[in-house]
């Protein structure tokens, strides 16, 4: 397998706090589905603000299929960006409720277009058409483009939210609690979804929770954080494992 995401000994801190990322080391290989689980507050958003570039790291790097990614370099940075996509935990904050839900889906293909990287014709008939694609792969019916934010249920938001990640064949994805504000049925659906178009698609992705048997569920490898430190590593298979970090072993104690 090889590495899509190599990030080593990231380190973060916000103005007047303590340090909140320890020397946080991270790999992601092609197709791999890995989990970050760990208490709230522990540091899990702050890493995968870090790891998207949204926030700047204190130190650390972040090399991305083999070549290292910095601010400064445009190229390195245009070619990570183009190739990284994100979930997060509330979808209503993530759709602008004042645009029809079409030009929220098309946002990031409407970019690359832009910048000339990939090529859609903006016709309109052939924009819907891909929108459409687009919307039948997360389960949701073509109507919906032309409705806004408050028109959806909130498993309605992520299917879209997840459907304008996927737009862009990324190679990973990071998903920050992407059904911690789902019931428990549409929770079970949407993790489904994930993994299907997962196997579909074939990217990575670091699936952020708090919650252990979910990323138990969706992911083949662990890491554990605790007060911004990953305290432990292993493969899904290998929780009750006698060798497990203590603080994973009381992580296990709840599921078991
Ligand atoms: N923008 C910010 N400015 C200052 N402090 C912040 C900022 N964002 C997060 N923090 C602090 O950094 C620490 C880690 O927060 P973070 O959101 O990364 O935790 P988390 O593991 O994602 O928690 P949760 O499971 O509740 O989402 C917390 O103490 C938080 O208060
Ligand atoms: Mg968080």
Known sequence: MNNTLVAQNIEKYYSGKEKVLHQVSITIRSGESVGLIGESGCGKSTLARCLLLTQNIDSGSIVYQGTPVRATDRSSFKKYKGSIQAVFQNPTAALNPRIH???SLMEPLDHLNRRGWFYIKKNQHQRKEVAAQLLELVGLGPDLMNRYPHEL???QKQRLCIARAISVEPNLIIMDEPTSNLDAL?????????????KRLDFS???ISHDLPVVQQMCDRILVMRKGQIVDEYMKEELFDTMRHPYTQQLAKWYD
Do not use: T
């Open 186 to 198: 549409i929770q079970s659906e949407i993790l489904d979804l994930l993994r299907a178009l997962q």
């Open 101 to 103: 839900l079409l030009n």
């Open 153 to 155: 249920s909130g498993g």
């Open 205 to 207: 992705y670091l699936f």
